[in-house]
């Protein structure tokens, strides 16, 4: 098997469906947005599951969602981010830094 490769049957559509729009309700607009969060290899963010790992993803956002409905404290949705904020996550935290030091800002690693 080559390196990066699935290792089993391609997801169905409805498995693709079902994840994204699980992964809507958890505030994510794509596969890309939410990887790292969602802790995807680079081809899940490209939409590319196998069968076994769509499973395994729509298990944990629906145990994830099944978890929050039955809290007692009310959960806080994730609001939606503006196109601004949007941009501003595509950025490494680096680079936001050194720009916010640069106007002046004092930045610390929190």
Not at 22 to 27: P, R
Not at 87 to 95: D, N, Q, S, T
């Given at each position: 098997m080559a390196f990066g490769q699935a290792s089993g049957p391609?997801?169905?559509h409805r498995q693709l469906d079902e994840l994204l729009e699980?992964?809507?309700?958890?505030?994510f607009e794509s596969f890309k947005?939410?990887?790292y969060p969602?802790?995807?290899?680079?081809?899940?963010?490209?939409?590319?599951?196998?069968?076994?790992?769509?499973?395994e993803f729509i298990e944990k956002l629906q145990e994830q969602s099944e978890m929050e409905d039955e809290s007692l404290a009310p959960v806080q949705k994730v609001k939606k981010l503006?196109?601004?904020e949007q941009?501003?996550?595509?950025?490494?935290?680096?680079?936001?830094a050194a720009e916010l030091q640069r106007r002046g800002w004092i930045v610390a690693e929190g």
């Open positions: 391609p997801a169905t699980l992964l809507a309700g958890n505030g947005e939410a990887r969602m802790d995807f290899t680079q081809r899940q963010a490209g939409g590319k599951f196998t069968r076994d790992e769509a499973d503006s196109p601004a941009a501003l996550r595509k950025y490494p935290a680096e680079e936001l």
